[in-house]
Structures are given as structure tokens and as C-alpha cells.
């Protein structure tokens, strides 16, 4: 059964022996972010059934100047926790499940029809459903006046940061056009108890819908209005609101205002799911309820027009003004530098709700391996087959932890024609937020990918660099901090496959080293009682 709320969650983490509650008085400026960050690194842990990075879940039961509130942090550190959270005993699981639904055909004639009403129940079954305010544990206190985030032990994870981070938000807005609603996680500094930033990068589909609604909204203003033309010339500039995520430009408009919503303390699935590069025209929730097999239960807000998690911790509700930006920064980011000091849109909070003794849930960024990396990999397993649909010769793809995802891609393909990896490399930098990937490293389908030492051995030995190295230019990461301009760089493709004679290798192509199998299976036999070990 999927977890209802974050505390359903927290006691599964406990039973499971994958919590670790700290009753010691902890400052939630930078002691709570070292603390997780010394554990996140360790090698297993008790109540670990595998090793290696990943210490336990933290809950934070004595923080200092919140006397009773409690802090959840590394909820998802490891690879056992992450497949408890999504309640499957293999990643792979969930990725059958997404290859099922897009292999899932239209039927023909009335019995087809008839077989796919089951499949079509069971699709049913993730949308979400919104419930009365009433039975809407979020709504246990509402707060519309004299009111402060702060009243919530936000924290300072590193010493330059910029201040006070919100880091495990879900980000709600809604798409005018089409009513879709959609869930993003982005990082939001504390500037008082009322405002907060918005770190909404731009390059992404949304952030272009918002310059268009800026550019009608500045040549409908017969007047000239200053504030329209001084967002508009924002718009067209490198920086300013261009600096913006997916889905908020597809918020609901109010004049010039995004209406906004902010979730913290989710169930799990829901956290997972505001993460996952989805389609554009998928809902965050409906993915939530795929992933759960059952619906996410929603409740509308107070002073927004937008539906948020029922079963959250706490609320936040407001707008951005478009025409509105703030210094954001500096921040200790997943790449284990800090990102610079930028303008970003500012939210205004108009009103609070949350449970009564809210759990705040919060995450940590920084030098990998750390909680982010264990989601990562959640998502490159789960989403392989999307990535498969595009480019089916792909066998299998690894985000090395250390190239925090978005700097190097590691695939292995079926090769069956000259030029293929080329063609993979150019699909991946075209395919969604793999458009940022620094580093793309094509290998054959017989080199096992998740092996380092194997993908250095090949890679080193099959290439030769002047022949088998492409360098494009194009959008970068915005938390790249090595390219030319902002945004904007360059990314190279190395062909590690088998060259053919048709890609210009005139030379035989030499076996790898491999010892025959009867061997290996004698010297296995008698391998113990050599005692070599």
C-alpha cells in the first residue's frame, strides 16, 4: 500500500531500520547540513542489507531555537531506501512498468476493446483526486496574517550560502492554457518571513512560454507602460527571468503575477516525482500515482487557485511578480562548488497552512556522493525506457555519481551500421534535459556500462581521439561554471564503439582477452582448496 503522508513514511523508515533519530541539540545553521553530510558518505550502516554509500535517514529531534520541531533529512540516501520509497524490490521494477504503459497498443475490434478496459482501470487509478479542506490534514492550522517561514527551522547548509534555503520543495503552478498542473523542485532562499527566491533556471520549455507571455503583455501595452518594457528587455536578456525552470512560466497569470504554491514534507513518491524529467504534458501528480499505484489526494488552496498535496506538512502559498527580481545566492550546489550570486524572481507568501507539530523535510547538496545521488540513479533507471523510445539501439546508460548527472553520460549500444554513436550522441543532446549533458561516451553493447574500470579500458584503448572525439556547442547546464558564457558552451561525444571499415579503420580489429569457459569452470571447481584467499 502506498504511504499516505511523510510521518507514514518516517514510521516505515524506522521499522525498517533505516532511521536514525538524534535527540542532541543541533543548530539548523550549517550543523544539521555537516552532520548529514558525514553520514550520507559512510559505507552502510545498521540495518543495511548492502554496502556502500548511504548512511541512515536522520530525523533531527532537538533543534536549537525550535524548541518540539523535528527535521528529516537523507530520507532518500541510499539505493534500498530509494526502492522502499517507491516499494519495489528492484528499479527495474518500475521501469517494466513504464516499458508496459508505452508498448500498451490501441485495440481493434470490440474484444480488443474489451481486454484493455482492465489496463485502461488501472491507469484510472493514478490521477489524482481532490478532497474537502476539512479532511485535509494540511489545513489543521491556516495562517492568512502575522505569519513567518521562518517559524520553520529552514537551514543554512554551507558557510558562503547566500542565506537560509528551502531545498526539498514542491513547486506547484498551473498552465493557463491547458489547466495542467505541474510540480517542480527548486531551491528557494529565505530573504524574510514573507519572501523568498526562486531559483527557476531557464533553457526549459516553460521558461520560453513565459518571454511570450512577456512580449504580449508588452505589446498589448498601447501606454508604454516602463514596467512592461523593463520585463520585456529582462526577457531578451541572458540573464533576468530567462533564469527559469520548467512549468512556471505555465503558472496561472493573474495581471503580472504567477500564482505559486509550495508543498514541504510530502510522501515520498510525490517528493520523487517533482524531480523526474517527465513529458511536458504529463501532471507531476499523475506520475506521483503511477509510482504509488494509487492516487495522490489533493486539496485546493486558500488564497491561490491551485490544488497542493492534502497530506503535506506545511503549505506556502503566494505569487511572483514577472516583473520582480532579487539576488539569489551564493548556493552549495550538487556539483561541490558554489553557484554564484544571480537575479531570480522573488515569491511573496500570501498565507500558511500546515499540520499541527509539522515534520520539516529538507535535503543537502554538495561534493557527491550525497542524498541527491541516490535519486539520480532512481531516475536513470526508471527512465531508461523513455530514452529507449527515442533511441532504441540504446542496451543501457550510467550518470557516474562524480558527473553529477548532468556532466557525462556513459552508453552502451547495438551497433549496426558506421556513424551510429554519432547519431546517439546528437539524440541525447536533443532529447529534453539531456540537451545539458557535458560528456557523452558511446560504448558496445558488450562493455557493462555501471563498470568504470571496464568503460576506462575500453574507452582508452578503442579510440583514436583526433578520429573518434566531436565537439558541438549549445546549451549548457546554468550550474556550469566552466563554460564560455553563461548557459552556453560547448559538450563533446567520444565514439568508444568497434570501428567498421566504412567509418574509415582499414587495420583488424584484435579480440579483448578472455580466458575459454571449460577452464575457468575447472579452476572454479578446485578454487577453495587452494586456499589463495
Known sequence: ????????????????????????????????????????????????????????????????????STVLMNQFGSERRMKLALEVDSLDEVAARIRALLEMKSPEGFLGKLKMLPMLADVGKFFPRVIAAKDAPCK??????????LDFPVLQCWPMDGGRYITLPC????????????????????????????HWQRQKVAAEHLRDHLRHSTA???????????????????????????????????????????AIGTDPATSFSAIVPAPPEVEEYI??????????????????????????????????????????GPFGDHTGFYTMAEDYPVFHITCITHRKGPIYAATIVGKPPMEDAWMGKAVERIFLPLMRMTLPEIVDINLPVEGVFHN?????????????????????????????????????????????????????????????????LGPIDSLDHASRLPNYGSKMGIDATRKWAAEGLTRPWPQMIEMDPATKARVDAIWKSLNIE
Open 1 to 68: 500500500m502506498a504511504y499516505d503522508d511523510l510521518r507514514e513514511w518516517i514510521r516505515a523508515l524506522d521499522k525498517a531500520g533505516e532511521l536514525k533519530r538524534i535527540r542532541q541539540e543541533v543548530d539548523p545553521i550549517l550543523e544539521i547540513a555537516e552532520i548529514t553530510d558525514r553520514a550520507s558518505k559512510l559505507r552502510g550502516h545498521p540495518g543495511a542489507k548492502a554496502s556502500g554509500p548511504g548512511g541512515p535517514a536522520l530525523l533531527f529531534e532537538n533543534i536549537k531555537g525550535y524548541p518540539g
Open 140 to 149: 489543521e492550522v491556516i495562517l492568512r496574517e502575522n505569519f513567518s517561514v
Open 171 to 198: 513547486v506547484v503552478t498551473r498552465d493557463p492554457k491547458t489547466g495542467k498542473r505541474n510540480v517542480g523542485m527548486y531551491r528557494m532562499q529565505v530573504y524574510d518571513g514573507q519572501t523568498t527566491g526562486m
Open 220 to 262: 498589448a501595452d498601447a501606454t508604454g507602460n516602463a514596467a512592461a518594457a523593463r520585463v520585456q528587455r529582462m526577457a531578451e536578456t541572458a540573464g533576468g527571468t530567462t533564469n527559469l525552470q520548467p512549468h512556471t512560466a505555465q503558472a496561472k497569470v493573474t495581471g503580472d503575477r504567477l500564482e505559486v504554491a509550495v
Open 287 to 328: 506520475i506521483a500515482g503511477f509510482l504509488r499505484q494509487a492516487p495522490v489526494e489533493l486539496v485546493k488552496c486558500e488564497s491561490v487557485d491551485l490544488e497542493v498535496p492534502a497530506h503535506a506538512e506545511i503549505i506556502l502559498e503566494g505569487y511572483v511578480e514577472l516583473d520582480e527580481l532579487r539576488s539569489e
Open 408 to 472: 557525462l553520460m556513459i552508453v552502451s549500444i547495438r551497433k549496426s551500421y558506421a556513424g551510429q554513436a554519432r547519431k546517439v550522441m546528437n539524440g541525447i543532446w536533443s532529447m529534453g534535459q539531456a540537451m545539458f549533458t557535458k560528456c557523452v561516451i558511446v560504448v558496445d553493447e558488450v562493455c557493462d556500462v555501471q563498470d568504470l574500470a571496464e568503460v576506462t579500458l575500453r574507452v582508452a584503448n578503442n579510440i583514436d581521439p583526433e578520429r573518434d572525439i566531436q565537439f558541438t
